[in-house]
Every structure is written in C-alpha cells, then in structure tokens.
C-alpha cells in the first residue's frame, strides 16, 4: 500500500490552495493511505494581528485565490483584536483521527478541508471549540455514515488534556523532520521519507514526482 504523509495546517493558505490538487492526485492513488501531521503554523500565537500583518497575509491570500481559483470569504479575519492562533483547528484534526477509525486518513482529511473551508469560504472563527466541533462531526459523518458522530462528545475530546498533548506532538513531529513550510507531502518508500510536494504543487508534478520515485 502507497503511504503518504500531509504535513500541513488548516489554517495555512497555500495549503488551502493545494487542497484541489492533493484530492485529484489521490484519486489517482486510490488504495494510499494518507496520514496528518499538523504543523502549527501559528501555534500558541498571542499576539493580536496588526494592520501590518494583516496587509501581508491578505496579500497571501489573493495570489492563493488566483492561483487555485478557490474563494476567500472578507470576513474571514475582519474582528478587531483578531488573534491568529492555529493551534485549536490543528487539535481539531488530531482530535479526528483519534476518534476515527478509518486508517486511510480520509477523514481527517475531510476534516481538514472542511476547517478550511469553514475558515477561508465562509470567513467562520475556527478558532472556537464550538465551531471547529461542527464542522468537523459533519465532515466525519459524512465520511463515515450519519450519525457515527455527535458534537457533544467531539467537543469534549477536543479541549481534554490529552488531544492538547497530542496536538504538540504533531508540532514536535514537524520540526524534528525540518519541516518548517507548509503544505509539504511525503511519500514513504523503502523505509524512508521522499519529498512529493514543498510548497503548492500540482497534480500533474505531484504524479510526475510520485512515478519516478517508485518506478526507479
């Protein structure tokens, strides 16, 4: 079995932006199993988002939106006093594959697009236990059949203890591969770890990059 590895974070906009490409590359891969490692892009963030930086990853976000042509909502970051904090939506993630038994990855997968969506199409604050506990009960649900979830108990995993340790780990993981951007893909083969993809990629170079490492 093809096994990959997303190193990636929800809230990162170009990993938004290869979202299209990971899912058409995969359907050329059907039988892979994906695996998430969350990066914490902006991890434990305290800071509020000054006008500065705000500019500069709305700036981001266009060239995302030109070149993927997926939508960006205006409210996504419009309160006052915004804090860009991505480790709640990367505990989301964890949170789903902890809870799921689908050893595919598919979905977490569809938890992490579904936290994209929420947060860059529809401008939600994924940021809030709440939110993030809805969008991902549904993506999961309709992965894995209507009503294997319910929100009450995914939300309650979500904020324990142990999805926050978990969570770190993820972010640990990342680091201790030198993994420092996102999205990166990762192709395991013959005990070690190829890189498919740093940064957007297409599916065309991603098919490319994934036949000639396994047809050498």
Same mark, same amino acid.
């Given at each position: 079995m093809t096994q990959l590895i997303y190193v990636a974070d929800p809230m990162c906009s170009w990993c938004y932006g290869f979202?299209? #490409?990971l899912l058409a590359f995969l359907d050329t891969v059907p039988h892979a199993k994906i695996d998430l490692i969350m990066g914490g892009l902006r991890a434990y963030n305290?800071?509020?988002l +000054? +006008? %500065?930086t705000r500019t500069s990853i709305m700036g981001h976000w266009q060239q995302v939106a030109e070149r993927s042509g997926l939508p960006f909502s205006d409210s996504a970051m419009p309160q006052p006093g915004f804090v860009y904090d991505t480790e709640? %939506?990367?505990r989301a993630v964890v949170t789903a594959r902890t809870l799921t038994d689908d050893d595919t990855g598919r979905s977490a997968l569809a938890v992490f697009h579904a936290?994209?969506?929420g947060f860059? %199409?529809?401008g939600r604050d994924v940021r809030d236990p709440a939110v993030l &506990? #809805?969008?991902a009960v549904a993506a999961m649900n309709k992965v894995e059949g209507e009503g294997s979830f319910d929100v009450a108990s995914f939300a309650e995993t979500l904020v324990s203890p142990m999805a926050m340790s978990d969570a770190r780990e993820h972010f640990e993981q990342a680091k201790n591969w030198g993994i420092r951007g996102f999205p990166a893909l990762l192709l395991v083969h013959e005990g070690a770890l190829h890189m498919l993809a740093s940064g957007y990629t297409t599916r065309d170079d991603l098919? &490319?990059?994934f036949q000639a490492l396994t047809q050498q």
């Amino acid at each position: 079995m093809t096994q990959l590895i997303y190193v990636a974070d929800p809230m990162c906009s170009w990993c938004y932006g290869f979202g299209p #490409e990971l899912l058409a590359f995969l359907d050329t891969v059907p039988h892979a199993k994906i695996d998430l490692i969350m990066g914490g892009l902006r991890a434990y963030n305290k800071q509020v988002l +000054d +006008d %500065a930086t705000r500019t500069s990853i709305m700036g981001h976000w266009q060239q995302v939106a030109e070149r993927s042509g997926l939508p960006f909502s205006d409210s996504a970051m419009p309160q006052p006093g915004f804090v860009y904090d991505t480790e709640p %939506a990367c505990r989301a993630v964890v949170t789903a594959r902890t809870l799921t038994d689908d050893d595919t990855g598919r979905s977490a997968l569809a938890v992490f697009h579904a936290v994209q969506h929420g947060f860059y %199409a529809q401008g939600r604050d994924v940021r809030d236990p709440a939110v993030l &506990s #809805e969008l991902a009960v549904a993506a999961m649900n309709k992965v894995e059949g209507e009503g294997s979830f319910d929100v009450a108990s995914f939300a309650e995993t979500l904020v324990s203890p142990m999805a926050m340790s978990d969570a770190r780990e993820h972010f640990e993981q990342a680091k201790n591969w030198g993994i420092r951007g996102f999205p990166a893909l990762l192709l395991v083969h013959e005990g070690a770890l190829h890189m498919l993809a740093s940064g957007y990629t297409t599916r065309d170079d991603l098919i &490319s990059t994934f036949q000639a490492l396994t047809q050498q």
